[in-house]
């Protein structure tokens, strides 16, 4: 049976986001998401044997376990702008992983790195949560 609840969050974006008033801290990075230029598309090509996976510029990482796709497939990650029209959230970082529709028999783990000098001033690092984007809203993740 396929695992669905990995596949919404690759198919979807990823961001990392802090619940605060901090749309000025959001408003001065618009040319970087972590210090990856906005739109830097990487991708990784992974077959039914898996693999550990690193891109642009080791910001985001993913382990596919042997037997997560059945045949080989090539996954984007790309980095992009602040999607949220929320002005209470401001984000950190965001992805877009593709292809869209793809569906894992396992499920993967997607390691998502921040340079804490990026946390707005007041804002402690435990506030931090990984939201996948649903529809229009933005859903929290485990």
């Known amino acids: 049976m396929k695992k669905n609840l990995v596949t919404i969050a690759v198919i979807l974006m990823f961001a990392l986001t802090i619940f605060s008033g901090c749309t000025e801290q959001q408003s ?6 972590n210090g990856v230029p906005l739109g830097s598309l990487d991708m990784f090509s992974v077959d039914s044997t898996g693999g550990q996976f690193s891109v642009l510029q080791n910001t985001v990482e ?6 997560s796709v059945s045949e080989p497939v090539n ?3 790309e980095s992009i702008a602040n999607p949220a029209s929320d002005s209470s959230q401001a984000m950190l970082s965001c992805y877009e992983f593709g292809p869209e529709g793809l569906t894992f028999e396992r499920p993967i783990d997607v390691n998502l790195h921040y340079n804490l000098d990026d946390i707005p001033q007041g804002v402690e690092e435990t506030a931090l949560k990984v939201y996948v984007l649903n529809g229009n809203s933005w859903e929290p993740i485990g």
């Open 75 to 77: 996954i984007t990650v």
């Open 62 to 67: 993913v382990n596919v376990y042997e037997g």
């Open 28 to 33: 001065t990075k618009t040319n970087t998401n």
